[in-house]
């Protein structure tokens, strides 16, 4: 089939939205509702548009969506896949390989990436900024390529370590001008956000919540293996197999290069592909072994560098398809089984049943604002152990004068101080250094509890002694 770049977008978009009306579920009940949260929030609260944590661009970027609700954000970023896939064709149609470019609606097939794309994560369009890279590379708009990657650590702060891997590309080939342009990101960002940081300049390194400084077991750490076994959890396992089998003929195929000229294979596509996947997928084995920069060995970042994982199978396909045209067939029958497998019953396929809806502890958190509205409560203070339970719950927690984590009770609380404290067990054994029997509970009287499962529960405390207690709807 003759590829047309917008007969491609508007079957990219048909697939994208099924997806976006399909899934009820959040991905992640964790950073996912968190960085929609900021987003949702920053235009009542402006410095959050520049909340290191939160990654400004992506908040810049996502919150205008973020204005209406959770599908606000998960329609950004669906957009953000159907941009990165239509990339992907643009990137076979422009180098001219032999598979067809519609080759790239796999991506959508690639059972976590849909998933990933209903969330309120920054994973997405990390994914799309450097699919953006690689297009004006090979297209030789390297100033534009060198500006699309340079506001990449603002999206997640791996874009440093993609912007080394690209930095070289242009040193070997005499791109120096465009070395400068990788500066723009940080400058625009630093200048932009320094009005809210006390005019501090360099806020983006000194408000690195990543930074090495800090206690490397906060998240745990683990072993050499995880993040390869993570991979085929993420992709499934015909994608995985043609996706190592990619690696080894590009790797194969540089080696060669590098025989005959270092300056050609740097500068080469071969390079850029293994540089971008292989630079993001080893950091993160490094970090989680040895538990670095709070990893915590989250499989769900592998998101970030798929759309460049399927570049390189369909490198392969087009390898195949150079070496001889008879194997038309096989590339054919590669992809019908990666579009046929996560429909399959496999534990790297689709779960419909769970993926697909919403998660149970969060329909159970919901439930709560039924039988009671924290946010209405007249007290000096609420303080809380969960970003992700209170925004459930539809608390503007940004209200710094009204709402406080709970680890900064100890510092905060003043002698007659009425308040709340809003508790989930979980968060308080993970994240929290505040213990059951710490001062914030002494005196306190439970007015509400719910039991989300077997392992977590949610219960509401207030030091007034004459509050009500409210049962739950059950």
Not at 71 to 83: A, D, E
Request: glycine content about 4%; proline content about 3%.
């Amino acid at each position: 089939m003759r590829y047309n770049s917008i007969l491609f977008l508007i079957a990219a978009s048909i697939i994208a939205m099924i997806f976006w009306i399909l899934v009820d579920n959040t991905y992640d009940a964790g950073d996912s509702i968190t960085h929609y949260a900021i987003a949702h929030y920053s235009w009542r609260h402006p410095y959050l548009l520049f909340d290191n944590w939160g990654k400004p661009v992506f908040t810049i970027l996502s919150s205008p969506f973020a204005q209406f609700g959770w599908k606000g954000i998960t329609f950004f970023n669906s957009c953000t896949g159907i941009l990165a896939c239509w990339l992907i064709a643009e990137i076979i149609h422009k180098l001219k390989w032999r598979v067809s470019p519609y080759a790239a609606l796999l991506l959508f097939f690639i059972p976590n990436y849909p998933l990933a794309l209903n969330s309120g994560l920054t994973e997405p369009l990390y994914a799309l900024l450097l699919t953006l890279t690689v297009y004006y590379s090979v297209v030789g708009k390297y100033m534009l390529s060198a500006i699309a990657i340079s506001f990449l650590p603002f999206v997640r702060s791996e874009g440093f370590i993609s912007i080394m891997v690209v930095a070289v590309f242009f040193i070997a080939s005499s791109k120096w001008k465009e070395i400068l342009y990788m500066l723009t990101g940080t400058l625009c960002i630093s200048v932009a956000g320094m009005f809210v940081h006390d005019k501090n300049i360099l806020w983006v390194f000194s408000t690195n919540p990543y930074a090495v400084s800090q206690p490397v077991d906060t998240y745990g750490a683990g072993a050499w293996s995880d993040y390869f076994s993570k991979l085929y959890y993420m992709t499934g396992i015909p994608f995985t197999a043609l996706f190592w089998i990619a690696s080894i003929v590009l790797t194969i195929i540089l080696i060669k290069k590098i025989g005959s000229s270092l300056k050609t294979a740097i500068v080469s596509t071969e390079y850029l592909l293994l540089g971008l996947f292989f630079s993001f997928f080893l950091a993160h084995v490094v970090f989680w072994k040895f538990g670095l920069f709070n990893s915590f060995g989250m499989s769900r970042v592998l998101i970030s560098i798929v759309p460049i994982g399927l570049l390189m199978v369909c490198y392969l396909f087009d390898w195949l398809l150079v070496y001889s045209d008879k194997n038309i067939l096989t590339a054919g029958i590669c992809a019908f089984v990666c579009v046929l497998f996560p429909f399959l019953n496999n534990k790297s396929a689709w779960n419909f049943s769970k993926e697909f809806k919403e998660d149970a502890e969060i329909a159970e958190i919901k439930k709560i604002s039924s039988d009671i509205r924290i946010d209405t409560f007249q007290t000096d203070r609420i303080y809380y152990t969960s970003t992700p339970l209170m925004v459930l719950l539809k608390c503007d927690i940004y209200d710094t004068c009204k709402y406080k984590l709970i680890n900064k009770f100890k510092k905060d609380i003043k002698p007659g101080y009425s308040y709340i404290v809003v508790k989930d067990q979980w968060s308080m054994k993970m994240e929290s250094t505040i213990m059951n029997e710490d001062l914030i509970f002494a005196g306190v009287k439970k007015i509400y509890s719910r039991q989300l499962s077997e392992t977590n529960s949610v219960d509401i405390y207030s030091s007034d002694q004459n509050a009500a207690v409210y049962r739950t709807g059950k």
